[in-house]
């Protein structure tokens, strides 16, 4: 067995688990998501399913991961001797894949822009111009399989030389600096002319605009975003110390997980109102918006600089979390070493990345469901992967799971209250799989 180390501090073991769950999800997808789905009533059903499903999810990975000190696949078999349940960390695996496949791209086009930004060409244009700039970015299979690729050889770099410890210090200073620069372009973008409908857009709740493809939007990307589903948050928190309280981590992941994509939201909605773009733009919102507002805003060249390279760092340390799935798996399972572990999952991500990459231009008329292969990643990864996996967590943690170590590990063996338990409990039964369930139902078209 690989040798286990723990985080040195609390603050260690927070800020890998919020640097794995603050990323281009927050920044790039949240935003995207809530113009397609309609603004308001998006995101009051987002918070709800953070609430009801996003904590309780996040506990349960964490009592996995804790009470076991293993990966996904030996904590079942530990948790649950003889019985079939660790088949699930397959899945898991595969949807690990999944998701880097097509965010190793959004991280590539985030380089792409750290390198205009850094030649000055971020400022001076139209609207339109941004807009025909990002067109051109993606319909050129070079530079999008390019970016992509550089993107992964740095995340495996880190991987490799193990340095990931590094880069959580340098996360744990960016993290804090990526906050405060969302706060002072979200005061500039209340300064804009639109900034009354955006807010209106974005915090008026109209159910009218709401579909349930809108819901399980929204659930979909509370999973996504808080990393959950997919056992990544098992694979941190049995690194975690016996006296970390799991509610508290817990709700502090997904509070400023919330808060990172709410001021993301807050910061373009304005700027799409002012510059007249359509919000539902999809997955090129941000980069259509973002130079618009680097441009009205006095030293653009500099925050431009630094914004693209803190969004750089953010996605870095989702990654990092992302391949530790695989990479901890095969380690721990296979008994394979750490170099050739890293070897294989790169080999299977670059595969993946690069036919994703293509998807914007050499593969552009290959579609499935009547979506693009990105599209398709994109939704299968956190509609159908994670939140599948989010039920099959909840559902293992609330009815099969042994209730003392459940509460052992939300009390640190009693000497903490355990006041969440009963809600925790109650949503893992009953909430998170009636409403998910409910969701497929309608999706499959048998409930009308
Ligand atoms: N939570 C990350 C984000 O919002 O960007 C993405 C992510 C990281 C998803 C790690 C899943 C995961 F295991």
Redesign the pocket.
């Known amino acids: 067995m690989a040798k286990r180390v723990g985080f040195a501090t609390r603050l260690g073991a927070i800020a890998a688990a919020v640097g794995?769950?603050?990323?281009?999800?927050?920044i790039w997808?949240f935003p995207y998501e809530a113009g397609v789905n309609g603004g308001g009533a998006f995101i009051m059903v987002y918070i709800v399913c953070i609430l009801i499903m996003g904590i309780p999810v996040i506990l349960s990975e964490f009592i996995i991961g804790r009470s076991t000190h293993s990966n996904m696949k030996a904590a079942l078999r530990q948790l649950s001797p003889g019985k079939k349940y660790y088949l699930f960390t397959y899945i898991c695996i595969l949807g690990?894949f999944i998701?880097i496949g097509f965010?190793s791209v959004v991280c590539g086009w985030i380089i792409e822009y750290l390198y205009q930004a850094a030649l000055g060409n971020l400022s001076g244009h139209t609207p339109q111009e941004y807009n025909d700039m990002f067109s051109a970015l993606v319909a050129s299979p070079w530079r999008c399989v390019g970016w992509t690729i550089l993107f992964l050889v740095l995340n495996f770099l880190v991987l490799s030389r193990g340095i990931e410890k590094g880069i959580e210090r340098v996360a744990s200073i960016m993290m804090p600096l990526l906050f405060v620069i969302l706060i002072i372009f979200c005061i500039n973008s209340l300064l804009m002319p639109g900034a009354a409908d955006g807010l209106r857009f974005l915090f008026e709740p109209d159910f009218s605009e709401l579909t349930l493809r809108g819901v399980l939007d929204a659930f979909g990307q509370a999973f996504?975003?808080?990393?959950i589903g997919?056992s990544?948050l098992v694979t941190y928190s049995s690194y975690f110390k016996d006296d970390t309280s799991l509610v508290k981590d817990a709700t502090t992941v997904a509070f400023l997980?919330t808060m990172v994509a709410i001021l993301s939201g807050v910061m373009i909605f304005p700027a799409v109102f002012s510059f007249g773009v359509e919000p539902t733009a999809g997955p090129r919102l941000i980069f259509e918006v973002l130079p618009g507002i680097f441009q009205q805003m006095m030293g653009g060249y500099v925050w431009a600089l630094l914004f693209f390279l803190l969004v750089f760092f953010a996605?870095l340390t989702?990654t990092i979390?992302?391949s530790e799935?695989p990479i901890t798996f095969l380690i721990e399972e296979h008994k394979t070493s750490r170099p050739v572990a890293i070897v294989w999952t790169a080999v299977i991500t670059l595969v993946l990345s690069t036919v994703a990459a293509l998807s914007f231009n050499v593969l552009d008329n290959v579609t499935l469901f009547g979506k693009s292969i990105f599209d398709v990643m994109d939704y299968a990864a956190s509609n159908i992967f994670?939140l599948l996996g989010g039920l099959f967590t909840a559902m293992y943690v609330g009815w099969v799971m042994d209730r003392k170590v459940i509460h052992d590990q939300l009390t640190n063996g009693g000497k903490l209250k355990g006041a969440m338990e009963p809600y925790l409990i109650f949503c893992l039964r009953y909430v998170a799989p009636v409403s998910i369930f409910f969701i497929f139902l309608y999706l499959t078209g048998i409930l009308y």
């Open positions: 794995s769950a603050v990323g281009l999800g927050n997808r690990s998701v965010y996504l975003s808080l990393s997919i990544c997980d996605s989702s979390s992302l799935i994670m």
